[in-house]
């Protein structure tokens, strides 16, 4: 299978724990996107990446939040100090680049889900 | 903050009725798309529209974007147990590469 990959599926955590998710894109896309989603509500954006830059960041993250894609393939979200609020779905997208402007198309991996106890 | 609104927020209906689902903001999008998404997966892709009062159908699904570039519509036609999902929205603003996901639909159709 050469789509998105996202690991953990599920990971249950206790407040004040770290967290960390990582996303294997579709292998020849430069974009990479991180968006969370709560039950039943649209993804919120959270932060995108071209190649292994970090071009923007949504200003609703906290500080707690660091997203790294170090050599410009897979890429990871930490959560630090996990809170009940941060409880949701963390989905990731990658998309090519190069068809004009904006992102095109979002091929998204089946997420991320995290319960904070 | 979500700039796209869905509406309605649930719909539940009988296997063969036709329904509607609005997207609407005060912004004016490049382009929008269409989602949807099963439990426990990722959203798809079911369409993109890019022209002010185009008009694109997909089976029984039809999808129109605003003339203004601010909302756009999904009619569904005859629906199936298997249109069953969330369907979202989403607007790509100028001069951005990212999405903006809409509040979201869920459907639900009962044979």
Request: proline share 5%; net charge neutral.
């Amino acid at each position: 299978d050469t789509g998105v990959s996202q690991n953990p599926r599920h990971k249950i955590t206790k407040r004040g724990q770290n967290v960390t998710f990582r996303c294997d894109p579709i292998s020849e896309h430069n974009r990479l996107y991180w968006y969370r989603q709560t039950l039943g509500q649209g993804p919120e954006f959270l932060t995108y990446f071209q190649n292994e830059a970090q071009l923007e960041k949504s200003r609703l993250l906290s500080d707690r939040f660091s997203a790294e894609r170090p050599k410009g393939s897979f890429s990871t979200l930490e959560i630090q100090r996990t809170e009940q609020g941060d409880s949701a779905m963390y989905l990731c997208a990658s998309s090519p680049s190069g068809r004009g402007p904006g992102p095109g198309e979002l091929f998204f991996g089946e997420g991320s889900r995290l319960t904070v106890l | 903050t979500q700039l796209l609104e869905q509406s309605p927020q649930f719909l539940s209906i009988q296997e063969g009725e036709n329904l509607t689902v609005y997207c609407n903001s005060s912004s004016v999008f490049s382009s929008l798309q269409w989602y949807r998404q099963e439990p426990g997966e990722g959203p798809v892709l079911l369409v993109t529209v890019v022209t002010g009062g185009e008009v694109k159908k997909l089976k029984r699904l039809t999808f129109q974007f605003g003339d203004a570039r601010k909302d756009s519509s999904l009619h569904i036609t005859a629906a199936q147990p298997g249109d069953t999902g969330l369907y979202l929205c989403a607007g790509e603003s100028y001069n951005t590469d990212k999405l903006i996901f809409g509040t979201g639909t869920r459907l639900q159709v009962f044979p």
